[in-house]
């Protein structure tokens, strides 16, 4: 057992870790089926990685193979501090392959939701983005989730198309997850300056927009755009 390792679970809590394993539905049948956890705070697993910043990726493979979910999550964690701190492309270029080579361990939406925009959009930007368009028409859950939350690093640089035509693609998607993903990033487009094209893809994908995504994407808009949207679905 590494060191991290230990540091986190000196710190686990048996009720934390059954309120995450209800709420990460991880029962049978579930998006999280069979993931484990120990049950400890997003601060404090945070606290604890800052003082592994510098773990290689032979030890970081190996928090990422663990199966209990916050020891995933920490080299996740580190990573996107890994990235953030990198001083060579060839070293960001490392880290963004050793991520996309390990998505089968990023298996749940707040896995995700740490690490992509900062891992995979921020590496991303000043490279050929065609592959999100790839992840976005796999059938593996978590890395079309990955395809659409990258998208938030271009959107807070002001950059909306791959957000929109990553979201067309993923409008016929069957999972919540995915809902909710493509809804939260509209709405974040729409925060950012890109009120007339949201609100153009709204009424032109109206029929095919499921319900979810779309209260998602109208959350921040006055009350009358709201009716409006709704009332036109």
């Known amino acids: 057992m590494s060191k991290i390792t230990d540091d986190l679970q000196a710190i686990a809590s048996y009720q934390r870790a059954k309120i995450s394993a209800r709420f990460f539905k991880t029962g049978m049948g579930q998006y999280g089926e069979g993931d484990i956890f120990i049950g400890v705070t997003n601060p404090d697993l945070r606290a604890v990685c800052k003082r592994y910043l510098?773990?290689?990726?032979?030890?970081?493979?190996?928090?990422?193979?663990?199966?209990?979910?916050?020891?995933?999550?920490?080299?996740?964690?580190?990573?996107?501090?890994?990235?953030?701190?990198?001083?060579?492309?060839?070293?960001?270029?490392?880290?963004?392959?050793?991520?996309?080579?390990?998505?089968?361990?990023?298996?749940?939406?707040?896995?995700?939701?740490?690490?992509?925009?900062?891992i995979v959009g921020f590496y991303l930007f000043d490279n050929n983005r065609s592959i999100l368009y790839d992840m976005a028409r796999t059938e593996h859950l978590w890395t079309q989730r990955i395809s659409i939350i990258a998208t938030h690093y271009f959107i807070n640089k002001k950059q909306f198309l791959d957000t929109l035509e990553i979201s067309e693609i993923l409008l016929s998607h069957k999972h919540d997850l995915i809902h909710k993903a493509v809804g939260w990033m509209l709405r974040e487009a729409w925060k950012k300056g890109a009120e007339k094209q949201v609100e153009t893809f709204l009424e032109h994908n109206i029929g095919r927009i499921p319900r979810t995504a779309l209260r998602y994407a109208i959350e921040k808009m006055s009350d009358e755009r709201k009716k409006y949207f709704m009332k036109l679905r």
């Open 54 to 118: 510098s773990l290689k990726f032979d030890k970081l493979q190996e928090l990422l193979d663990d199966e209990i979910h916050e020891i995933r999550m920490a080299a996740l964690i580190i990573l996107v501090e890994q990235m953030k701190t990198a001083k060579t492309a060839e070293k960001r270029t490392e880290i963004y392959d050793f991520y996309l080579d390990n998505t089968y361990s990023i298996n749940n939406w707040d896995l995700v939701d740490c690490s992509a925009r900062d």
